[in-house]
């Protein structure tokens, strides 16, 4: 079965902690891997899209990779200003349709 | 305006009412979504419609009712809900048709169902 996973569910860091988020997935031909960001009460903001193993997009503090298994989404020294929640989605080369992550609610204290 | 609009934000409904959701968006995307995010679980696509043409429909009950006049719009009509339909629907839209992971959402429509 098609399934996108992600861990941890929360992930409660200091300010300038740096962390990473897991996006596993187990999907028959990978098209593309695509990250999210979601603050309350908003819908889901488009970050990044990784193609192929090995690769890496970076944004300000976050930057994304992608092996043949999972993503991470790296965040270096965070603020609190990156508190959200962080969706991954992944697409088939046979179905367009997205399978999404639960995502991972990160909260950055001062 | 930009991006994608969705109106209302919040709706209270009973379970024998009948409201709609609309969805406008302006960024001249040929693709357009209904999602439902429910607490701690993964966005379920609902309705898909490409250049007015719906595309997809994944199993949703017939008490949720899509409708797309144009490219521009989108509406989710309502009627005897459950309150296991309480939720945050989500409309999205995409450039490039349906070969896109890269969507613009609304902020959503919180829908409570008594």
């Known amino acids: 079965e098609d399934q996108v996973t992600q861990s941890p569910e929360a992930l409660r860091l200091q300010e300038g902690e740096s962390s990473s988020l897991n996006c596993s997935y187990t999907v028959s031909g990978l098209r593309g891997l695509f990250w999210y960001r979601q603050d309350p009460g908003k819908g889901p903001e488009f970050l990044f899209t990784l193609y192929s193993a090995g690769e890496e997009k970076e944004k300000e503090r976050l930057k994304a990779t992608l092996t043949k298994k999972e993503s991470f989404l790296h965040i270096t020294a965070p603020k609190p200003e990156d508190s959200a929640t962080y969706l991954c989605a992944a697409s088939m080369d046979s179905n367009y349709q997205l399978i999404w992550g639960a995502g991972t609610k990160l909260i950055i204290k001062p | 305006e930009t991006g994608v609009t969705q109106t209302p934000r919040h709706l209270v409904m009973g379970m024998t009412n009948k409201k709609s959701l609309k969805c406008e968006q302006h960024?001249?995307?040929?693709?357009m979504y209904w999602y439902k995010q429910s607490a701690k679980k993964p966005l379920e696509l609902m309705f898909v419609?490409?250049?007015?043409?719906?595309?997809e429909n994944n199993s949703v009950p017939s008490r949720f009712s899509p409708e797309c006049p144009n490219s521009s719009h989108l509406f989710l009509h309502l009627h005897t809900l459950q309150p296991e339909d309480s939720a945050l629907y989500l409309c999205?839209?995409?450039?490039?048709?349906?070969?896109?992971?890269?969507?613009?959402f609304g902020e959503g429509s919180r829908l409570t169902v008594l």
């Open positions: 999205a839209s995409s450039q490039d048709g349906l070969n896109t992971g890269e969507l613009f």
């Open positions: 419609y490409n250049f007015k043409e719906q595309t």
């Open positions: 960024l001249g995307h040929n693709a």
